[in-house]
C-alpha cells in the first residue's frame, strides 16, 4: 500500500476495483482545513477521464501494467489474434476490446497494456499513423 504521497504523473493505481492511471496532480494545502491532493485519473479500460480528491495521507492501491509490442495476425469468431514479437507466444484479445478493429491490418504491430501480476490484457493501442492504399472511390460530383 501507498500513500497520496507517493502519487506521481503516470502512476497507475485501483480505485473504486477499477484500474486508473493519473494524468495530473495537485497536492492543495488550504489555509483552513486539513490538505489534500487533487488528481485527474483515466480509467484504463474505458478511457474516461475524472476527477478526483484524496485527503492527505490517503491509502492508494499501486497497480504495475506492462506495455508490450505484439503483431496482428487474424480475426478468428469472438476474437482477434496477436503475436508477442519476442516470446512468439499467441494470445486472443475480444472483439470489444480493440477500439477502432477497421484499422487493423494483417502484420500491424499494436501496443497491449497488461496487468503485470494477472497476466490479463486490459487496453490494444493501435499506431498513432497507418499506411494504407485506397482501391476505389466514388467519382467526384
Known amino acids: 500500500m501507498a500513500t497520496t504521497a507517493d502519487i506521481r504523473n ?5 480505485h473504486n476495483d477499477k484500474l486508473f492511471q493519473i494524468i495530473e496532480f495537485q497536492h492543495v494545502k488550504p489555509g483552513k482545513g486539513p490538505a489534500f491532493v487533487r ?14 480528491t484524496f485527503s492527505a495521507g490517503h491509502k492508494i492501491e499501486p497497480v504495475r501494467i506492462e506495455n508490450r509490442e505484439y503483431q496482428y495476425l487474424y480475426q478468428e469468431a469472438e476474437s482477434y489474434v496477436f503475436m508477442n514479437n519476442e516470446t ?3 494470445v486472443n484479445i475480444p ?13 500491424m504491430v499494436v501496443n497491449i497494456l497488461f ?3 494477472e ?5 490494444v493501442d493501435l499506431p498513432m499513423y497507418i499506411i494504407s492504399e485506397v482501391t476505389y ?5
Open 115 to 117: 496487468h503485470a501480476e
Open 119 to 123: 497476466e490479463t490484457p486490459l487496453v
Open 10 to 14: 503516470g502512476l497507475c493505481i485501483k
Open 39 to 52: 488528481t485527474k485519473m483515466r480509467q484504463i479500460e474505458s478511457g474516461k477521464v475524472i476527477d478526483n
Open 137 to 141: 472511390t466514388e467519382p467526384g460530383v
Open 95 to 107: 472483439l470489444k476490446m480493440v477500439e477502432k478493429p477497421g484499422f487493423l491490418q494483417e502484420g
Open 88 to 90: 512468439f507466444e499467441q
